[in-house]
């Protein structure tokens, strides 16, 4: 007995059918798609020097022939990529070897000078281009003292040896009549020794030494006389300098409570009105923050002429 047929099923392949057929309709014929690829390539302007042939087989597209440069070439593949229809490119054109330039004509011949019957006179001796002097550095002799003020307190208590410490100059200094370290420039120091006084006995200590200075956005290390200040007993308390005297002017001076020969040294620091050292009720040796304090080069300082 034959089976009953069944027209969902039928629907289903029409739409399917008619579905495909659409599909087949719409998609660009190969030779359509070798024409417009054609036409795009001619009308663009990196690549209408280009001569370039075009095949398209089931939407897979073939470039031959030759472009002028690497760039029209890969300008020719994304056209070809960009079509419709396209499916792969296969490009196998090549790059045009660059034309090497023309031969410049040879210049005609020159006709020779008739003789001369008189000497010619001698070229004048060109003077040779004096160079002015380069300017000399600059070089802060040893034993000059440089004036400072902390940028933080400092003392033999609460310092630690090793430490460093901030100050800025506070006082310029010139080289025979040339500006070399201006008022204002930052230095750095270390605290050589800090030791605080016991309760019943031991003395306490705190030196102080710089170890360099910025000028111009430039970095230079110095050396200078140490900066000590002890006390030790009752009403003993000194201050004064090492590695380079108490005649460099280099001191703490202005003890708080130290009465007649408390501030030690040759008064350099101490004329100019720095007060510079204070000892605390428990006899600690203590340097406020903006205190002054006056050290001494131990060895001169280079600095490069002004404006290098």
Avoid: W
């Avoid at 790059?95 to 410049?104: D, E, L, M, S, Y």
């Avoid at 040896?161 to 009549?177: C, D, E, N, R, W």
Wanted: proline share 10%; hydrophobic share 40%; charged share 15%.
């Amino acid at each position: 007995m034959p089976k009953a047929h069944n027209p969902t099923m039928s629907m289903m392949l029409l739409v399917v059918a008619l579905g495909l057929s659409s599909a087949c309709s719409r998609r660009p014929n190969d030779a359509a798609i070798a024409k417009d690829i054609q036409d795009k390539v001619a009308a663009d302007q990196d690549t209408k020097a280009s001569q370039v042939d075009v095949s398209s087989t089931d939407g897979k597209v073939t470039l031959k022939g030759s472009v002028a440069t690497p760039a029209a070439q890969q300008k020719v593949e994304q056209i070809a990529k960009s079509e419709a229809g396209v499916s792969a490119v296969d490009d196998e054109t090549t790059v045009q070897p660059a034309a090497p330039p023309p031969v410049a004509a040879a210049p005609p011949p020159v006709a020779p000078a008739p003789a001369v019957t008189e000497p010619a006179p001698a070229p004048e001796a060109k003077a040779e281009p004096v160079e002015p002097p380069k300017p000399k550095p600059i070089v802060v002799p040893s034993g000059t003292v440089l004036t400072v003020r902390t940028g933080q307190a400092l003392s033999s208590k609460d310092s630690e040896t090793g430490q460093s410490f901030l100050a800025t100059l506070a006082q310029p200094i010139s080289v025979k009549g040339r500006p070399a370290l201006p008022a204002g420039s930052t230095i750095s120091g270390t605290v050589v020794t800090a030791k605080a006084k016991g309760k019943i006995k031991g003395e306490g200590q705190l030196d102080l030494a710089l170890t360099s200075i910025s000028v111009g956005g430039h970095t230079y290390p110095i050396k200078t006389n140490v900066l000590s200040s002890t006390t030790k007993g009752k009403g003993k308390r000194t201050a004064a300098t090492t590695g380079g005297g108490a005649g460099g002017g280099a001191l703490i001076g202005g003890i708080a409570g130290g009465g007649k020969g408390a501030a030690i040294g040759a008064g350099v620091g101490a004329a100019a009105g720095f007060v510079t050292g204070a000892l605390t009720g428990n006899k600690q040796i203590e340097v406020p923050a903006e205190s002054a304090l006056s050290f001494t080069l131990a060895h001169s300082l280079t600095l490069p002429p002004p404006g290098e």
